[in-house]
T-cell receptor, first 119, second 111 residues
Framework: GAVVSQHPSRVICKSGTSVKIECRSL??????MFWYRQFPKKSLMLMATSNEGSKATYEQGVEKDKFLINHASLTLSTLTVTSAHPEDSSFYIC???????????????FGPGTRLTVL | DAKTTQPPSMDCAEGRAANLPCNHS???????VYWYRQIHSQGPQYIIH???NNETNEMASLIITEDRKSSTLILPHATLRDTAVYYC????????????FGTGTSLTVIP
């Protein structure tokens, strides 16, 4: 199956700093990528949808200036948590979708996640 | 997309079949049922999906009722590695269409 990677897998930062998380589709081109966050013992919450070459679409309640998303190529999307605070500590997961005849059901392939801890 | 309802937790003995139910009574005719699972601190893993016919793959079987208002994921011979949270998701197959995760079922396989 298709492989999605995330980097870094874990990051610890100081309050007030910005953190960038990368999401890459390794063996396919992803026209659409999605970003989720997950708090302990909770379900995944969709944050935003990004399409290559266009602005991301954010879910209600997600601050677009706080969580900057860039989808510059068909294999890379980045999520930058700006001016991070302890309440931003969470598990961030990306997924990628290949929109083509090779994926007629528009299945999403998930990355392994990034654990962010803000001190 | 239609909402789903799953029991919060289930136990299953190792080697036995695990049957995970999901209710989706408001499902539309063009919505598919997807199942994913998430092992602790990992990204979700695709298991299976279906529209109205029962489906089987190397991981599991999906049984969808005739009225499509509920479905059951069956892991035929559960192992300890199947301990995970299982999510049932209903969505239209549209390019760029999102997945919205519910609360899922936490399955614990007991030795």
């Amino acid at each position: 199956g298709a492989v999605v990677s995330q980097h870094p897998s874990r990051v610890i930062c100081k309050s007030g700093t910005s953190v960038k998380i990368e999401c890459r589709s390794l063996d396919f081109q992803a026209t659409t990528m999605f970003w989720y966050r997950q708090f302990p013992k909770k379900s995944l919450m969709l944050m935003a949808t990004s399409n290559e070459g266009s602005k991301a679409t954010y879910e209600q309640g997600v601050e677009k200036d706080k969580f900057l998303i860039n989808h510059a190529s068909l294999t890379l999307s980045t999520l930058t948590v700006t001016s991070a605070h302890p309440e931003d500590s969470s598990f961030y997961i990306c997924s990628a979708s290949l929109t083509s005849s090779g994926n007629p059901y528009n299945e999403q392939f998930f990355g392994p996640g990034t654990r962010l801890t803000v001190l | 997309d239609a909402k789903t309802t799953q029991p919060p937790s289930m136990d299953c003995a190792e080697g036995r079949a695990a049957n995970l139910p999901c209710n989706h009574s408001t499902i539309s005719g063009n919505e598919y049922v997807y199942w994913y699972r998430q092992i602790h601190s990992q990204g979700p893993q695709y298991i299976i999906h279906g529209l109205k016919n029962n489906e089987t793959n190397e991981m599991a079987s999906l049984i969808i009722t005739e009225d499509r208002k509920s479905s059951t994921l069956i892991l035929p011979h559960a192992t300890l590695r199947d301990t995970a949270v299982y999510y049932c998701i209903v969505r239209r197959v549209t390019p760029g269409n999102q997945f919205y995760f519910g609360t899922g079922t936490s399955l614990t396989v007991i030795p």
